[in-house]
Structures are given as structure tokens and as C-alpha cells.
């Protein structure tokens, strides 16, 4: 059985390094080089500020699945209380956008939102009810666009609209292509403009997973397992943005260990498996966020936050584990959302206690900051947002 285990998923990585070699070689490569040692904070950031966020009986939060920031404020979708909030850059609750409900400007399950900044729309992107509703920032309902397609994500284009969906089937695309169309473009309307193809790698993308897209005005951009490559969709074409060059250090998961506990001598697939676990895995991104400035990605891999600064060209890698042995700070720092040159994170009670308790080798004045916030916490509290600046 385990043989069995090995040997497919040995071909899936495989699969996806065939994929990797037809991308041409002329696409930049931003390049990280973890050594196990994370930067000092002032080499990455130049300030911390938590903010926690107000907490009465109108604004309750489960957990944030979506955070983005815009125009001063918190805009955060809760997937467990179907809702979306808004709170000034202060933590202040302010309204909540949308309700629970079948009629216009309702929604059964929001998993998803975007804003559109050059109309100031708040759109919110209903997957059961296959609509999606353009909102000004205090809740009130603008438009409603309903689609024929379930989708799972969606974003804006220059000229209309673009949806991210694990199948399409549709008279146009041929069955073989189907299997791999994952975008498409549809205008204000909801009519499909263009259905965007891609390989068989873009075709393991799930929303489940996290793969999150980003759109800018360079496209959409998105991330997908293994294949250690930024995508990005633009004019109905999917193409190499960047390649990663990132190596971490691979903690030795029970898959790993399973081979290393082996009472015999590795087959030459096993041998094989056991270099890409420590190389190519290493690209399992579960966070992609980008804008303008910057490329934040998450890597499972000892819970490592790679940040890269598309002006300067400067990496930094902090892991989280380490980290969180001399300073409590970046142990959040995987962030949850990404908006000029600060990048966003956030924690509740639970998370300080556990860092109090088994954050490790912690020095004296963390310590004491640490403590003085989650004495400041209750466990009914909602989640304090932690902002990062980034230094450029």
C-alpha cells in the first residue's frame, strides 16, 4: 500500500515537472534562498501596530477566511457567519454589507469578494446562487450580475469581468479542453465573452485549497501547486509571470519519516521521491497575495513567509517556527491580506496563549508585550489585526 502511495504521487510530480519544462526561458525568476536562519526584523519590517477589532453583539467574528483594505478600512468576510464587515483602519466596527437570504442583495453562502476601485464598489460573489453583487461601501445594492456557471472565484478585468471555475462544460470547448478550462471572461450582463484554457498542472487548482488569485492591472494572477510558477491571465491567455526558485527546509513530515523508517535500502522511486519531497514539494504555496509593489507567498514548508519586492528585486524569508523563538511578531506574519507596502495579519486569544505557553525560547520584553496584549484579550473577544510595515 505504501509502494502504491509513493508511486502515484510520484507520477503527479512528475506530471507537473513536464508541465514546468515547456515554459519558456526568457520569464524572470525570483530566486529564494532559505538557510534555516530567519533576517533580523528591522532588515524586513519597520514597524508593528495591532489593532483589535471591536466586539458587541452586531459584529461577531468566527474567522476570517477574506480580508482587504481600502479606503481606511477592514473588509472581512467570515465564511462560518456568511457575512461580510466593515471596520475603520482603527478597528471600529462600522456596517456590514449584505444579508442572509434569497432576495436581491442577499446571499446563502459568500465565498468570496473584490473591490473595484475605480467604480468604489464592494462586489460579493454568491457560488450557490451563481450572482454577483455590486454593493457601495455602506451596503447598498447597486447591481446584480447572475451567471449560468458555478464559479468560485471572481475578479474584475479592464473591460468586464473575470470567473475562476474547477469544470466548464460548454457546447463551444471540445470535451478534451474542457477538462482544463478554468478561466473565464464574462461582461456586465453575465454573458461569457472567452473561456481562457490551461495545461493539465492549471487543472489541479481547487478553490478548497487556497490557490488565491490575485488580480492588478498586469491581469490575474495565481499560483497553483508543484509547479512553482506565478501565472498570470490576461486578454484571454494564461502565461508564465515569474518562476520560483525556492528550496526550504523540509521538516519531516509522516510521509517522509514513513520512507526514512523504511528497515531496507530505498528503490530508485523512492530515492526519488524522497529529493523532490525536500525540493519540489517545497513549492506547495497555500497563500499567493500581490499588488503593485509586492509578491507574498506562503509555503507550508515549515510555515515560511516569503516576501519579494518587485522594484528592488530584494527576497526575505521568515518561517514562523523560528521566528516565534526570538520575537513573537512574525509568527502572524503570514498574513492575510497584502495592500501597499504593509502586509496584514491576524490572531485571537488562542493564538497569544499558545504562544505564551509553547512559543519557545522568548526574550524578556517580547515576552512582557505579549503578555500585556493577551491580558488585554477575552476569549469572546473578536481577532486583533496585526499590520506589518515592509521596508522597501
Request: glycine content about 6%; overall charge neutral.
Amino acid at each position: 500500500m505504501k509502494t502504491l502511495t509513493y508511486t502515484l504521487m510520484l507520477l503527479l510530480v512528475i506530471a507537473c515537472v513536464k508541465q514546468e519544462q515547456q515554459i519558456a526561458d526568457n520569464v524572470g525568476t525570483i530566486q529564494f534562498k532559505f538557510d534555516g536562519k530567519n533576517p533580523a526584523y528591522d532588515e524586513v519590517f519597520s514597524k508593528t501596530e495591532v489593532i483589535p477589532l471591536e466586539t458587541n453583539e452586531d459584529c461577531l467574528i468566527n474567522t476570517i477566511n477574506q480580508m482587504e483594505v481600502w479606503d481606511g478600512k477592514f473588509f472581512i468576510l467570515d465564511w462560518k457567519q456568511n457575512t461580510l464587515l466593515v471596520y475603520s483602519d482603527q478597528g471600529k466596527y462600522l456596517n456590514k454589507i449584505g444579508s442572509i437570504g434569497r432576495g436581491p442583495g442577499e446571499y446563502i453562502r459568500p465565498r468570496y469578494f473584490f473591490i473595484d476601485k475605480e467604480k468604489k464598489l464592494v462586489n460579493i460573489f454568491d457560488a450557490p446562487m451563481k450572482k454577483l453583487m455590486c454593493f457601495r461601501q455602506t451596503g447598498e445594492l447597486i447591481n446584480e450580475i447572475h451567471l449560468d456557471h458555478y464559479l468560485s472565484t471572481v475578479g474584475k478585468t479592464a473591460k468586464g469581468y473575470w470567473g475562476f471555475c474547477s469544470n466548464v462544460t460548454n457546447v463551444d470547448v471540445d470535451n478534451e479542453a474542457s477538462k482544463y478550462v478554468k478561466f473565464m471572461t464574462f461582461n456586465e450582463k453575465g454573458d461569457v465573452e472567452k473561456y481562457v484554457k490551461g495545461g493539465k498542472c492549471i487543472d489541479q487548482i481547487c478553490y478548497s485549497n487556497g490557490y488565491a488569485t490575485n488580480a492588478t492591472k498586469e491581469g490575474v494572477s495565481f499560483v497553483e501547486p508543484f509547479a512553482r510558477n506565478i501565472y498570470s491571465m490576461k486578454d484571454g491567455a494564461i502565461t508564465v509571470k515569474y518562476k520560483i526558485d525556492y528550496s526550504g527546509r523540509f521538516p519531516s513530515s509522516n510521509i517522509l519519516r514513513q520512507i526514512e523508517d523504511m528497515n531496507r535500502p530505498l528503490s530508485a522511486r523512492e530515492l526519488k521521491l524522497e529529493r523532490l519531497f525536500t525540493t519540489q514539494f517545497s513549492s506547495m504555496f497555500v497563500q499567493f497575495y500581490e499588488n503593485e509593489n509586492w509578491i507574498l507567498l506562503f509555503s507550508m514548508l515549515n510555515s515560511t513567509s516569503l516576501f519579494y519586492n518587485k522594484t528592488t528585486r530584494k527576497t526575505h524569508e521568515i518561517s514562523k517556527y523560528i521566528a516565534s523563538a526570538d520575537y513573537w511578531d512574525t509568527y502572524i506574519a503570514t498574513g492575510c491580506c497584502l495592500s501597499d507596502n504593509s502586509v496584514y495579519g491576524y490572531a485571537n486569544s488562542n493564538n497569544i496563549k499558545w504562544l505564551l505557553e509553547n512559543g519557545g525560547k522568548i526574550s524578556d520584553k517580547r515576552k512582557k508585550n505579549l503578555k500585556k496584549l493577551f491580558d488585554s484579550m477575552s476569549v469572546d473577544d473578536n481577532p486583533v489585526i496585526v499590520k506589518y510595515d515592509l521596508i522597501n
